[in-house]
């Protein structure tokens, strides 16, 4: 026996293959009509019959601007006839106001029947809504851009504003589109309340930064707002909602070209700027070898960072001064209030190799005030620095002649070109005689007790003259027994070897905060406070050579001698303490 299931299946294909074959009628309906220009609306396209093809919907894009389009297919049967309707939804925005035709549209072989639908002003009432109400108040789109007439490369504050006076469900609003002009948006969108015509409306404010790259006429496109309004008749899931769509003004800038009033090197345009130095103590005071770090620090509002120019990079300073500047630090800030400000600071260590007072020259960035209109000059005024001899050289004698060793010594300097006087060679004879008499003696002292050490017992010929070594093992010394320095070194030589200035900057920053654990250096005046002044200029020159865009080539083997003096020196040093012996 059939079961009941199997039997309508069996109906329900009879009637599948029973359904006539005809052209399709293709119908193209608004859902509303007349449309505000404002306003999206929907297009239906509805097929009774299967269609030839995917339908060409291209010719609406003459006065329509296709947003979006879906399909879905029903069955029904009705008096045992089934039918089969297809529908095509497109979301239309329409281009211009009028009675707008809508074009036949091919499905394949079919074709749609042609209609119209009507577009009115946004100002004017529709049958949709109640007679008094009109999209224009509903909801308002605003643009602003001050100023006007800007200045190449200088800040444009744009200003959009949303005004509602209905609830959204969802909204889109563009980004804002020019040519040659760089934008940047300024923080969060500010909410507040205002009054447009008697009406209150809710306001929702975005700011953007615009720099323009190029004098003329700049043109910003109109921003558009894209919205689903909450309307009458919600449901229990979800409120019914309309789309809107809705567009600002066009906007056009008269862009100026630098003015032949700025003298400056680098075009700088900005509505405040501050030019500001410091030192680690005011007034600063400097010691001969030692280094002391001056500080530079530029702030503009309304100018991106890459506008600011090298603030210390033209001074000239005295040669017995050098320079070691470290990499400028560039921050942006952004706020809706100003708009951009940035600011650039430089940090420069100087060593002064002597004593005295040294002019350090004024420092002069021309800049053009936007707000004034004017070319205005930042400065630094000239400044003396004073700096006094180091702790070493002030405790330190006048060099004398050097003291001949022997009479064949003596009787080769020229007596009457030495600049020493006849006491000074009295002296010297006498330290000379003292000197000898001592050699001597202990000469004596060690054949004395060569004769007497079998006698005496001992054990270790060479017990008297040698012994362990000081407490004060060199560094040398302890590297070898210390695998961290040992690395670090090995890297520090490989990078030298290999000249490349950034590996060798990273690996000489790793090797002495491994040499020096108590300090670990991290700047090139603590560098240069610690492994001296040499060292500091090996710095200075990897980092003109990796942050100021050079082309020269580096060669590594100025850093490893430096390097390798500061690792062995001390040790060469603890070797040759004491008297060398006369006898061995």
Known sequence: MIKTSTLSTLFFLFLLTSVPLQAAVIKATPDRDPVSMNETFNLVFSSEGSVDDSPDFDPLSKDFEIL?????????????????????????????????????????????????????????????????????????????????????????????????????????????????????????????????????????????????????????????????????????????????????????????????????????????????????????????????????????????????????????????????????????????????????QEKTALIPSRPGKFKLPAVEIPWWNTKADKLEIARVPELTLNVEASGETSGQTAPTAPVPQTAEELSSVPVGKSNVPLKDWENVWFWLALFLGVGWLVTGLVWWISLRKDRLGFQNRDGLLAGKLPASMSRQAQSDQSPGLSQARKALRLACSKNDPAVARTALLHWASVYWPDRRPTSLDELASLGGAALAEEMGRINRIVYGNAGDAWNGDALWAVVESLDGGENQKHQQVGLEPLYR
């Open 68 to 344: 979006g389009q879906n399909q879905n297919s029903q069955f029904s049967i009705v008096n045992g006839k089934m039918s089969r309707v297809q529908e095509w939804t497109l979301t239309l925005s329409p281009k211009r106001t009028g009675a707008i035709p809508i074009p036949s549209i091919a499905f394949g072989k079919d074709r749609s029947q042609p209609g119209a639908v009507t577009v009115i002003e946004p100002g004017a009432a529709s049958p949709s809504k109640p007679r008094g109400v009109t999209d224009d108040e509903e909801i308002k789109l605003e643009v602003e851009a001050v100023p006007k007439n800007p200045y190449v490369q200088a800040q444009v504050i744009y200003t959009v504003r949303v005004l509602l006076r209905v609830n959204l469900a969802g909204a889109d609003l563009s980004e804002p589109v020019a040519q040659d002009a760089l934008i940047e948006r300024l923080g969060d969108d500010h909410r507040y309340s205002t009054s447009r015509n008697g009406r209150d409306y809710t306001v929702i404010e975005r700011k953007y930064a615009l720099f323009p790259q190029k004098s003329g006429l700049l043109r910003l496109d109109p921003m558009r707002l894209t919205a689903q309004v909450e309307v009458g008749g919600r449901s229990f899931f979800a409120p019914s909602t309309r789309a809107i769509q809705v567009k600002s003004e066009a906007i056009d800038l008269q862009v100026r070209p630098i003015p032949a009033a700025f003298t400056g090197k680098h075009w700088l345009p900005a509505a405040d700027l501050k030019l500001e130095q410091s030192w680690p103590k005011n007034p600063p005071q400097a010691k001969a070898g030692e280094p002391i770090t001056r500080t530079l620090s530029l702030i503009a509002t309304g100018a991106t960072k890459g506008l600011i120019p090298e603030l210390g990079a033209d001074l000239m300073l005295d040669p017995t001064i050098k320079q070691y500047p470290d990499q400028p630090s560039l921050t942006e800030e952004k706020q809706p209030s100003t708009g951009i400000t940035s600011t650039r």
